[in-house]
């Protein structure tokens, strides 16, 4: 199994909704990453989890909230967004242990619609 | 502030050829970098790595070269084939503590037959 899964592919939402974006996989991965990308745009880094513990948040706004409950699983809890959040949100993993290789393996995305 | 940079947009090539993506960056820290392809609603799918250790990495129709000194990196495409249409992006981390990929701005490769 060499898959990201990433849940929901498409969520409308409203600014005062509040919902998660989900990650899995199964490679055995310790690190994993999420990435905003808007349209003809490089992904940007928003947070990292390293072993299950947060190790890299690029200030990112409270209203984006990461938790990794194990090391399969990544969610990104959405709250208050604005419509300028809207973006397609993607998941990445990485086998921490392996220096020397280093590709992050990505899932499809969730595009996020924020009204 | 762009740390990795791929100044061309886009590049037309034909079918056969030789394609050429480049890229720059200009944090000294990074040693580790790789190309990525993307399609349309699709996640980045990784293509090839270079360490800072070599100059040069071949992986069957790409090939990534490094050049330390101008902090460049390019990736051939050798022969370019209609599948290869796609928005391809170069990536750079240092291999020390977590690693950190930033991305370039993406360059848009059309392979025309």
């Known amino acids: 199994d060499t898959e990201v899964t990433q849940t929901p592919k498409h969520l409308v939402m409203g600014m005062t909704n509040k919902k998660s974006l989900k990650c899995e996989q199964h490679?055995?991965?310790?690190?994993m990453y999420w990435y905003k990308q808007k349209a003809k745009k490089p992904p940007e880094l928003m947070f990292v989890?390293?072993?299950?513990?947060?190790?890299i948040n690029e200030s990112v706004p409270s209203r984006f909230s990461p938790e990794c409950p194990n090391s399969s699983l990544l969610n990104l809890h959405l709250h208050a967004l604005q419509p300028e959040d809207s973006a397609l949100y993607l998941c990445?993993?990485?086998?921490?242990?392996?220096?020397?290789?280093?590709?992050?393996?990505f899932g499809e995305g969730s595009r996020l619609t924020v009204l | 502030d762009q740390q990795v940079k791929q100044n061309s947009p886009s590049l037309s090539v034909q079918e056969g050829r030789i394609s050429i993506l480049n890229c720059d960056y200009t944090?000294?820290?990074?040693?580790?970098f790789l190309w990525y392809k993307k399609y349309p609603a699709e996640g980045p799918t990784f293509l090839i790595s270079?360490?800072?250790?070599?100059d040069k990495n071949e992986d069957g129709r790409f090939t990534v070269f490094l050049n330390k000194s101008a902090k460049h990196l390019s990736l051939h495409i050798v022969p370019s084939q209609p599948g290869d249409s796609a928005v391809y992006f170069c990536?750079?981390?240092?291999?020390?503590?977590?690693?950190?990929?930033?991305f370039g701005t993406g360059t848009r490769l059309k392979v025309l037959a």
């Open positions: 990445a993993s990485r086998h921490e242990a392996r220096a020397t290789t280093g590709e992050l393996f």
């Open positions: 490679m055995g991965h310790r690190a």
């Open positions: 989890y390293s072993y299950e513990k947060l190790s």
């Open positions: 944090n000294s820290m990074f040693d580790y």
């Open positions: 270079i360490s800072s250790i070599k």
């Open positions: 990536a750079a981390s240092t291999t020390s503590g977590t690693y950190k990929y930033i």
